[in-house]
């Protein structure tokens, strides 16, 4: 089992719908949990952080299941600028530097 | 526009070349990063500096030979490479342990390839 997995869409989403991805972690010891965006040929960027209380930011909302082991990211109302790779973050326990990073869903929205 | 600046932004090199790749941060960081990224896949870590001390090396080819001169400034020096080492190089800095906050500032990369 891969210690971050993500769906690699691509997801398809015509503009102005609300669309969902979820990540998986393996280590259930990990504490910090991250959303990056990259859009195509740029530099990742940080999107927002996961707390255990679920946090907002206008139309994004990212969400931590400590149970079950998953985050999630929703975005309402997606625009076309929302088209980029999420990619899913985890800080392990054990390391001051080192992340573990999902491989990235792709988000396509369409006119 | 990101506050971390990465020199060349493209680079062609044959396999017998030695260059450079460059970075500077001005925002006080004190963590440095060389990642390196291929097509469709995410950042790998390659290099850690913290305190311009190499902290971590994730048993990274000796072909690849970091440099922290200074706080603001992070070199690779690339000497010998092979062709699958063509990828895109980010340099990435952080206030602290990627632990506590999770966000790196990344570079816009270097661009490599290698005939």
């Known amino acids: 089992r891969k210690e971050v997995e993500q769906d690699p869409g691509p997801f398809n989403v015509p503009e102005g719908a609300t669309v969902a991805f979820n990540c998986t972690y393996s280590n259930s010891a990990s504490q910090s949990f991250f959303w990056y965006r990259q859009d195509c040929r740029k530099e990742p960027k940080l999107l927002m952080s996961?707390?255990?209380?679920?946090n907002e930011d206008g139309r994004f909302t990212a969400q931590l299941n400590r149970a079950s082991q998953y985050i999630s990211l929703l975005i309402r109302d997606s625009k076309l600028s929302d088209s980029a790779t999420y990619l899913c973050v985890v800080a392990p326990p054990d390391s001051n530097y080192q992340l573990i990073w999902g491989a990235g869903t792709k988000l396509i929205i369409k006119p | 526009d990101t506050e971390v600046t990465q020199t060349p932004k493209h680079l062609v090199m044959g396999m017998t070349n030695k260059k450079s790749l460059k970075c500077e941060q001005h925002m006080g960081h004190r963590a440095m990063y060389w990642y390196k990224q291929k097509a469709k896949k995410p950042p790998e870590l390659m290099f850690v500096y913290s305190y311009e001390k190499l902290s971590i090396n994730e048993s990274v080819p000796s072909r690849f030979s970091p440099e922290c001169p200074n706080s603001s400034l992070l070199n690779l020096h690339l000497h010998a490479l092979q062709p699958e080492d063509s990828a895109l190089y980010l340099c990435?800095?952080?206030?602290?342990?990627?632990?506590?906050?999770?966000?790196?500032?990344f570079g816009e990369g270097s661009r490599l390839t290698v005939l």
């Open positions: 990435a800095s952080s206030q602290a342990p990627t632990m506590n906050t999770g966000e790196l500032f």
């Open positions: 996961v707390y255990s209380s679920g």
